[in-house]
């Protein structure tokens, strides 16, 4: 894919079973598209925008050396070895090690949460194609 220049964290949530609280594990993927567009809406209101973000990971991106797993997959594996794309995580743009929580990465961090997965593998250019705000 072209213009594949950017790098991002996916964190991933997980259920951290002794605590009953979410846990954030971040993966760094190098070699993506990152799109952020305005968009907007009139209603009785008024006007409203937000931003709408596009991402597409190619197959041959650099996944830090784990492999993609489907969401339920991903939550009875090892978020070590794995990563996954689901609605309601995060993606950041850039690298970033630590683990936080949403609130914190959105103010930190040019940020969204993950609204919308397409798996465009089996195309011309395999990628998924990730939509968030």
């Not at 784990?66 to 009875?76: E, N």
């Amino acid at each position: 894919m072209e213009l594949c220049t950017e790098t991002i964290t996916v964190f991933n949530t997980r259920l951290d079973d002794e605590d009953g609280y979410d846990e954030y594990n971040p993966t760094v993927i190098r070699g993506v598209s990152w799109h952020c567009e305005i968009a907007s809406s009139v209603d009785s209101s008024g006007l409203k925008a937000a931003n709408k973000f596009t991402v597409r990971i190619p197959l041959d991106a650099d996944f830090s050396n784990k492999a993609y797993a489907d969401p339920i997959s991903y939550a009875g594996g090892d978020p070590d070895n794995l990563f996954t794309l689901k609605n309601g995580d995060i993606v950041v743009r850039g690298e970033v090690v630590e683990s936080m929580r949403p609130s914190e990465l959105q103010k930190r961090y040019e940020a969204f949460t993950i609204l919308g997965i397409s798996d465009n593998r089996r195309g011309h250019s395999p990628h998924w194609k990730v939509v968030g705000a």
